[in-house]
T-cell receptor, first 117, second 114 residues
Framework: GAVVSQHPSRVICKSGTSVKIECRSLDFQATTMFWYRQFPKQSLMLMATSNEGSKATYEQGVEKDKFLINHASLTLSTLTVTSAHPEDSSFYIC?????????????FGDGTRLSIL | AQSVAQPEDQVNVAEGNPLTVKCTYSVSGNPYLFWYVQYPNRGLQFLLKYITGDNLVKGSYGFEAEFNKSQTSFHLKKPSALVSDSALYFCAVRGSEGNNRLAFGKGNQVVVIP
């Protein structure tokens, strides 16, 4: 149980393109989902917390107009990288927590490798 | 704010030998502790958690971890390492008080040598 599906797994596109990444909780409902960015050989950097039916909470230094987050249902959150540039190239990982209790583990998608040419 | 320290960058161990990956933490309130493993170009896989109860927690793939409150540690262990255990391991903590954010350590690369 507790499977999180993330698509696409890899995107290669030209500079200026907008890219949408989907994150789905397959067998549980997630009122809260999280979006992370990971640089090579580094830990995960939290970008934003996505709340179903309300606006996302962005971490300091993350541009909300650049990284649009929509959490339209209890099983789906999307991250759109708008007008992507080479510096946006990275590994993006979504996560969802089963239940609202803070003692529950977060479950992660397999990540999206974004490469902007 | 909560934080996690994984002091070693890389852990090398011979196949069949015991594996230990160290983790210490700092939180407000009671700690909720987690270990995750990451294989190349994949997301994080949940291994085990400590919430309350027995200090020794058993998880997936033969891994276990021991919670030590006095030393604020939650070291990951496996009695006999396999080559397939070679991966990146992350310790994470969330506190029962303060913000709800999960704090990750920097990760440890484990290399199991055949």
């Amino acid at each position: 149980g507790a499977v999180v599906s993330q698509h696409p797994s890899r995107v290669i596109c030209k500079s200026g393109t907008s890219v949408k990444i989907e994150c789905r909780s397959l067998d549980f409902q997630a009122t809260t989902m999280f979006w992370y960015r990971q640089f090579p050989k580094q830990s995960l950097m939290l970008m934003a917390t996505s709340n179903e039916g309300s606006k996302a909470t962005y971490e300091q230094g993350v541009e909300k107009d650049k990284f649009l987050i929509n959490h339209a249902s209890l099983t789906l959150s999307t991250l759109t990288v708008t007008s992507a540039h080479p510096e946006d190239s990275s590994f993006y990982i979504c996560s969802a927590r089963q239940g609202g209790e803070s003692n529950q583990p977060q479950h992660f998608g397999d990540g999206t490798r974004l490469s902007i040419l | 704010a909560q934080s996690v320290a994984q002091p070693e960058d890389q852990v090398n161990v011979a196949e069949g030998n015991p594996l230990t990956v160290k983790c210490t933490y700092s939180v407000s309130g009671n700690p909720y502790l987690f270990w995750y493993v990451q294989y190349p170009n994949r997301g994080l896989q949940f291994l085990l958690k400590y919430i309350t109860g027995d200090n020794l927690v058993k998880g997936s793939y033969g891994f276990e971890a021991e919670f030590n409150k006095s030393q604020t540690s939650f070291h990951l262990k496996k009695p006999s390492a396999l080559v397939s255990d070679s991966a990146l391991y992350f310790c994470a903590v969330r506190g029962s008080e303060g913000n709800n954010r999960l704090a990750f350590g920097k990760g440890n690369q484990v290399v199991v040598i055949p």
